[in-house]
């Protein structure tokens, strides 16, 4: 069994893993997700897997002993950490992660100035790394440091059985806040504005929004990226899985980033310009 420590709460994450188990050959095996994401009640997003939530009232040392006693009861063949090497506050140590046989981290792009100092004293080691994009030189650094291997890995996306028609035209896709929304809104039209243009915009979110203009329509799909193919533009924030579902359609991308507590948005959207 697969137990996969995914405590980032958006999307992306959960994104993220079965991109992952895709990649590898994985996805069949039977797979437990310790989460916190909202999005894990979604069953298009968890693929049936099994999910756990940690009690939402711990601190870091509580969520350490908690984490440690629910991996030994586990007692997974492999833990997957996704992201955040020692867990989202920096609650993941040697010991508690011991319960796993095999340990493997997904590492990604971190604001590592931020992060550095939630690492604990005894962070876990991990048998393998994939590291998914390009790292920042101190991040790939503690990465090495603390894996006894390392390997590149571009991840592909499980196939989509009926996928959604799209709806062509202009695509602004974000599974984030309402502000975040309106604001990449605001960023199409005044894009159509300066090339004098009037695309059809349709948003595709988990949620619609409260306000969400008349002339824009709204689709909640998941996954969004077989969608991208028959767009004419695809608006969207610069996290990870958006950046690299849409390598193939790069001309057709325009990406606004957003400030993030450890996601180095403005990095990863400075590299694909």
């Known amino acids: 069994?697969?137990?996969?420590?995914?405590?980032?709460?958006?999307?992306?994450h959960l994104t993220r893993l079965r991109a992952f188990l895709?990649?590898?050959?994985?996805?069949?095996?039977?797979?437990?997700?310790?989460?916190?994401?909202?999005?894990?009640?979604?069953?298009?997003?968890?693929a049936g897997y099994e999910v756990v939530r940690a009690p939402g009232d711990l601190d870091r040392t509580g969520l350490a002993r908690w984490t440690a006693a629910t991996l030994a009861d586990l007692a997974p063949d492999e833990l997957v950490v996704d992201a955040f090497p020692a867990g989202l506050r920096g609650e993941l140590t040697a010991a508690s992660v011991?319960?796993?046989?095999?340990?493997?981290?997904?590492?990604?792009?971190?604001?590592?100035?931020?992060?550095?100092?939630?690492?604990?004293?005894?962070?876990?080691?991990?048998?393998?790394?994939?590291v998914l994009e390009p790292l920042a030189a101190e991040h790939l650094a503690h990465v090495r440091a603390h894996s006894a291997e390392t390997a590149p890995l571009e991840l592909s996306e499980p196939p989509v059985a009926c996928p959604a028609a799209s709806p062509g035209g202009w695509l602004?896709?974000?599974?984030?806040?309402?502000?975040?929304?309106?604001?990449l809104l605001r960023y199409a039209?005044?894009?159509?504005?300066?090339?004098?243009?009037?695309?059809?915009?349709?948003?595709?979110?988990?949620?619609?929004?409260?306000?969400?203009?008349?002339?824009?329509g709204h689709l909640d799909v998941y996954p969004a990226w077989p969608l991208f193919a028959q767009a004419e533009r695809v608006i969207t924030a610069a996290g990870f899985n958006a950046v690299r579902q849409l390598a193939p359609?790069?001309?057709r991308h325009r990406m606004l980033p957003f400030p993030r507590s450890l996601d180095d948005q403005f990095t990863r959207a400075a590299r694909h310009r």
């Open 22 to 46: 895709h990649t590898l050959g994985r996805a069949g095996e039977p797979v437990t997700l310790l989460t916190a994401s909202t999005y894990a009640t979604d069953p298009r997003v968890i």
């Open 189 to 216: 039209r005044d894009m159509a504005a300066l090339e004098n243009v009037r695309p059809r915009l349709t948003l595709v979110s988990p949620r619609r929004p409260a306000h969400l203009p008349g002339d824009v």
């Open 249 to 251: 359609w790069r001309d």
């Open 98 to 130: 011991s319960g796993a046989a095999r340990v493997v981290h997904l590492a990604r792009l971190l604001r590592w100035d931020a992060y550095r100092p939630l690492l604990p004293a005894d962070p876990p080691r991990f048998d393998r790394t994939y």
């Open 1 to 12: 069994m697969i137990v996969a420590y995914v405590r980032g709460d958006g999307l992306g």
């Open 172 to 183: 602004v896709v974000h599974a984030g806040p309402e502000g975040e929304v309106q604001e």
